[in-house]
């Protein structure tokens, strides 16, 4: 979710057709609204949309593993821990996510947006970008975490309900490791904008989620307690960033010289971007961890526990949002940079396309079935179905839209983000020291709700005005309708028979595959199927 207002200063432009040591050709930025009848040929966009959805596929496949290992280690953490010591971890790896995102300030993003527009390898100016990333994010977080941990004392009782307990360890654990999350966040950023898709989901989506659920049953088998789990979830961090620190030697020259050595262009154009972007990033990445600080604060540690349980469910589906996110930036970046909006416009219908098909009949399962995915928690976290319910209304807007947010800031526009993402946050956090200390966790779920429909609708808005292009069209409303629709059906005849526990949703889901089964069977569904394949293949040569 972003979002980004481009400037006036010059910025390095590669031609689509040079090669990687091809020269760079200032230019100034301008407004990237389309002048009329601009854009490419319909073979030109047909390609652009084959080479999005094949990356996106990709991307989608990683965030199905990515969530499926992310649901692991949730259960893992509430069986092992409880609601009690439960909150306590989610607590503190809200603290984490939070501190993290805003001592990135906005670089993460920035260099998806702005490697792609630049030349790669040992004569390319791609690796300047680094220490302009690198040095200011890592000199902050080491100042944070240096005062974080210092303070840990006096925070803790803040968010923690037990005074001397493990809160204070664990939030200097937390501050301890910040440095090596913002290298992992930052580092991760550049192997997406320059190696392709493979790479960021092998690292973020594969080893990640794979290493954390195995080294926190390590640690509970050994009878440890939260600190040392919470441990275990922050040491792949570090492998993590010296993987991606490898991964960057090759496509940026590292080894073969490189320049390194950032010029004053470099400095303004980057953190032009990037500033506005950091405090939308962190209030992005920060949704979740945020209701559950406030939470925590306002309703007490097993109320933040079970939120946490619920928005994990809950953020499962934005995997693949995420997963498609992750595929397509760097492309979109290339193409609006290049003048070729129409373009990138296709490829977001398309990928948009995809998110509800896939999103939408599991948002509606997780609503209807709330009390069914939680039971698998336990009987004490059943007190988040309604909020589940809830959340997962918001989320049908949030998918909905698509990747509206992305679009956004790809454009440049992170400024009109930024403006979006502070509504939200203002409505969530006002509705949420209103409604939290009389309802709980649905007074934090009507909260993040409406901050969540706000950003979304307002972001939607922008990027409209941003591209100059509609992105609202007939099929993307059938499709809506389609997968909606028949997944609402099929969800209410199964709760009615056999309730919205588990048995109801085993019953939803069969229905669903019998359904898909069935339109399989009409010839104008499988043409649909086969020229969705058919986008997925490599264009053959020649």
Sequence with gaps: MGAGRPGTETVPSVDAAAGPAGPAVPRPRRPVEPVAGSGPTDGTGRHEVRSGTRSGMVGLAGAAVNGLLGFVLTVVIVRGFGPAGSGAIFTAIGVVTIVGVLCCVGADTALVWALPRRRTGARGDAARLLPVALVPTLLGATLVGAVGVALAGTLAPVLFDQPGGDGPALLRLAFATLPATVAMTVLLAAVRAVRPVTGVVAVQYVFVPLARPLLVLAVMATGAGVVLAFGGWLLPVALAALICAAMLVRPLGLAAGARLRPERRDWRTFWGFALPRAVSATIDASSLWLSVLLTSALAGQAAAGVLGAVGRYVL??????????????????????????RDAVLVYRRVTMMIIVLSWPGYLLLGVFAPGFLSLFGAEFGAGATAMAVLAGAMLVNSGVG???????MSGNSGRHLMAALTGLVLNVGLAVVLVPRHGVLGAAVAWTVGIVAENLLAARAARLAVGEPLLTRPLLVAGALAGGSTAVLAVIAATVA????????LAVALLLVGGALLLLDGRVRRVVRAALAALRPKPAG
């Design 403 to 409: 990747i509206v947010q992305t679009l956004l800031l």
């Design 316 to 341: 499962a589906g934005l995997l693949v949002m995420q997963g498609l996110r992750v595929a397509t930036a760097p492309q979109l970046s290339r193409l609006l940079g290049g003048g070729r909006t």
């Design 499 to 506: 309730g919205r526990g588990v048995a109801g949703l085993a």
